[in-house]
């Protein structure tokens, strides 16, 4: 029987934005995409105001990322019925943006990637109590076939629904702020 790493609590874990300080060299997952993110292209998105990217420390340690930016749902279908029925006739609403997570392959299974998502949560709550509306966090859930379990059920788990169907290996999905 394989024994489950222990979990890291959110009060071991520090979190900062990426700057030029940040050594990125030592980071890996079996996901070379988004090492590469990370490594090339993070820093210039945010200089460019594209998105943030938060990096999370573990014992000095950078054990993963999250990346947030802007987006919104397009209303259709069951989406625009259940909105219709609230009185609400806009064509989407705003959301917060997962745009990419990572976790090092060393610090897998051990509950940093449910950490990043509820930060992800908190910071689109601090959004629509301070600064603008924001319903929604979004995402693109990918497929990973060499995976055991892919991230949908990763995402499923927490709450998050799809929001259409796989397209080309990924597969949209929301998570609405103002339902329990």
Known sequence: MVKEPPKVESNEIFIEKIDDKHDLSNFKSYEKELVDFITEDSLNNQKQKLSVTFLWFYEKNLVGYVTLLNDKINLEGNLKEFFREKDIHYKSLPALKIGRLCVHDDFLKR???????????????EICENKSGCRFITLDAKRNEKRE????????????????????????????????
Request: no cysteine; glycine share 8%; hydrophobic share 45%.
């Open 111 to 125: 509950g940093i990637g449910r950490l990043m998502v509820l930060f992800a949560v908190k910071q689109a709550n």
């Open 149 to 180: 379990l892919d991230s949908i059920h990763f995402y499923k788990k927490l709450g998050f629904k799809m929001l259409k169907e796989r397209i080309k290996g990924t597969t949209p999905m929301y998570l609405d702020l103002k339902l329990p």
